[in-house]
């Protein structure tokens, strides 16, 4: 972890806590400037006793963009950033999978992780006091994942264009005086593809399982749940990628085997919606998908 301002890090002490300790002591004469704890991610809780003495501001490290912080005085009222730390009795923080406070309440201060859906995260507490800065490094072990609630498609699949053609080209010299068998498999070489697009930015490259459409006898269905990256390209075979036929070259003859393949794409439209297990908040994306598939070959000799 980085850790910003021009300190010198004398000690790093680890603990494995989860449940509230007030026997914590952050500042004095000869407190280190860092110490650093570990609780759980969801529901874990820690509580440390400062010096108010010579105390400016309390504050949570994060980049400038970071919009989720809000703070609070005694009586609940959400005050500005930067207000005095005598009107500070909260620092609430929130995005889509993490949720935590960070309460004081005369010389305590308590950090309650209430929720953490991603990996352990790593907080760092700033305590600026008049002639010293401390830090106290807070890091959350992941706790349960968000949930995928629901898939969603619209009740029409979406726009299916059968127009797009592959053809590939095998020349044959058959120079004996018997014909000659060559086994054709029209789908080798040709993949089956899609793209599952969310709308929101925040679920770009989300891992789920899902309903993907696939083409079966003849018509787009929704038979499969195939694990996928959203934003990201899926590619996989059909189950009958590796059909094959027989073509028969006749005695003394040269010939190229035309193999055309008939591609069906398929534009589909839906919504997702994810479920963070602790909080119950929910969060919906809608999505476009794109998936091709061979649908039919046609195979034809053309004699030199």
Request: contains cysteine; hydrophobic residues 35%; proline residues 4%.
């Given at each position: ?45 820690i ?17 400038s ?69 401390r ?9 349960l994942?968000t ?22 080209t ?9 014909p ?5 498999k ?8 899609g ?22 006898e ?31 070259i006749?005695?003394?003859k ?21 479920v ?29």
């Amino acid at each position: 972890m980085k850790i910003f301002g021009s300190i010198v890090f004398s000690l790093i002490i680890s603990l494995v806590i989860s449940a509230c300790n007030s026997d914590v002591f952050i500042d004095g004469p000869d407190s280190p400037t860092e110490k650093e704890f570990y609780i759980e991610g969801d529901g874990g809780e820690i509580s440390f006793k400062i010096s108010r003495k010579g105390l400016v501001r309390i504050s949570i490290d994060h980049v400038s963009d970071d919009r989720g912080y809000t703070y609070y005085n005694s009586n609940g009222e959400e005050i500005p950033e930067k207000s005095p730390v005598s009107e500070l009795a909260r620092i609430h923080y929130e995005n889509r999978w993490i949720m935590y406070d960070v309460e004081i309440e005369g010389d305590k201060l308590t950090f309650k992780s209430i929720e953490n859906c991603q990996d352990i995260l790593n907080h760092t507490i700033r305590l600026e006091y008049d002639y010293t800065t401390r830090f106290i490094l807070v890091n959350t072990t992941a706790g349960l994942q968000t949930e995928v609630l629901r898939v969603e498609y619209d009740k029409t699949l979406g726009n299916i264009d059968n127009s797009q053609t592959r053809t590939k080209t095998l020349t044959v010299n058959n120079s004996s005086s018997n014909p000659t068998t060559i086994g054709i498999k029209p789908y080798i070489g040709i993949q089956s593809a899609g793209i599952v697009e969310p709308e929101e930015r925040w679920a770009r490259y989300l891992k789920l399982k899902m309903p993907v459409p696939t083409f079966v006898e003849g018509k787009w269905l929704l038979t499969d749940d195939k694990e996928i990256t959203l934003a990201s390209s899926l590619y996989y075979f059909t189950p009958d990628w590796d059909i094959s036929t027989d073509v028969e070259i006749p005695a003394n003859k040269k010939a190229d085997i035309l193999t055309t393949v008939t591609m069906s794409k398929l534009n589909a439209h839906g919504m997702i919606e994810y479920v963070n297990p602790i909080s119950e908040r929910h969060f919906t994306t809608s999505f476009t998908c794109t998936f091709v598939e061979p649908i039919d070959y046609d195979i034809n000799l053309i004699y030199e």
